[in-house]
């Protein structure tokens, strides 16, 4: 790393995390790297998520900015990014914890590759105690540089990023935030790493492990509003993401040619699953066609673009299956990509 003093911008939305916040800070405040700034944004918390960080606020690389009303990990990221001073980025949830060398790590490789938009790397899984826990988020292992459109084809596949190992090009984001308007509750990251892959800048991967990803046993399936949400952004995402990112990449524009209707056929299987289910919201249905169409359908009935899209939506489906079956990692987006990382 150069021996210039980079400023890092360190977000971390925070709503009802008085329980694990100060772990966090205290890991932050051990960063053999020092100059860094962190903002945290306290989103409407109902708990003592202030008064936890009273011993982190005296330290002036703290900042603390508070709204009332609770707005979702999408809106608070997006206010500490457009506020946040740094050329790069990182956004450890709330309850998480950083390896002492995270900083320092991150940085020796983002300056050593100008080419890259960022890097990201495995985390180590713990429970909400802070011991072990067992999971898988991605494929265990990565190529050290996916260069685009590959990067761009893989992100359409999967979201292969633990979104608390990254550290991210600001001017990169700078480009794309404009595009990321949607407020998402799950998918905000996948969201916007498609962004940041339809860009002209690479990703790169680093194995050794930085950070530790807290993993709750309280599961979706317990609350049925949740879980129906999750479902329908994991269909969404890809789809709306891909649209935007045309609109201003001539790459996503080409692979919006090539898998737009895949992605909408997707969500309309999705949709009538969710229907079944008696979970469809209407303004979720109105999202994917607003993607699909570019806004040039005002509304859209579900029965009607069915019965419109009906055969080229079970031919995804079986082009969907016959993918995955050579696939030893289960993706949320389009197994018809079936880039080799998933193999």
């Known amino acids: 790393m150069s021996q210039r003093s980079v400023l890092v911008s360190i977000l971390v939305p925070a709503y009802n995390a008085a329980r694990y916040l100060p772990e966090l800070c205290r890991s932050i405040q051990a960063q053999t790297y020092p100059h860094y700034e962190v903002l945290i944004g306290n989103d409407g918390s109902q708990d003592d998520t202030v008064s936890s960080l009273a011993p982190f606020v005296q330290d002036e690389r703290f ?6 009303q609770n707005r979702g990990a999408h809106q608070a990221w997006t206010i500490l990014c457009s506020a946040a001073k740094g050329e790069y980025w990182c956004a450890p949830g709330a309850d998480d914890v950083l390896y002492p060398s995270f900083l320092e790590r991150r940085l020796e490789v983002m300056e050593s590759n100008p ?8 985390p180590e899984l713990i429970d909400e105690s802070g011991g072990p826990a067992k999971g898988a988020l991605a494929p265990a292992s990565m190529p050290l540089r996916i260069s ?12 292969v990023i633990n979104t608390p190992s990254v550290l991210v090009r600001s001017s990169v984001t700078r ?14 990251d996948w969201f916007s790493w498609i962004l940041h892959a339809a860009t002209v800048y690479d990703v790169l991967w680093d194995g050794q492990t930085q950070n530790k990803y807290r993993i709750h046993s309280q599961s979706l399936t317990e609350n049925p509003a949740r879980a129906a949400l999750r479902h329908a952004e994991v269909a969404l995402a890809p789809l709306c993401a891909l649209a935007c990112a045309a609109r201003f990449s001539g790459m996503a524009a080409e692979l919006w040619g090539q898998w737009r209707k895949t992605l909408y ?9 969710l229907r079944a289910q008696g979970e469809l919201k209407p303004e979720w249905l109105q999202q994917g066609a607003a993607a ?3 806004n040039k359908r005002s509304r859209v009935s579900l029965w009607l673009e069915a019965t419109k899209h009906g ?3 079970v031919a995804t489906r079986l082009l969907e299956q016959r993918a995955s079956h050579s696939q030893r990692f289960p993706v949320a987006g389009i197994a018809q990509v079936n880039d080799p990382v998933f193999r």
């Open 63 to 68: 900042q603390l900015l508070s709204w009332e």
């Open 115 to 122: 080419q890259a938009c960022l890097v990201h790397g495995p």
């Open 148 to 159: 685009p459109p590959r990067s761009l084809r893989v992100f359409l596949q999967h979201n």
């Open 175 to 188: 480009q794309v935030l404009p595009f990321s308007h949607w407020n998402w509750g799950y998918t905000n």
């Open 265 to 273: 056929h997707r969500w309309l299987l999705r949709a009538l699953t």
């Open 292 to 294: 699909f169409y570019d």
């Open 311 to 313: 055969p080229g939506a």
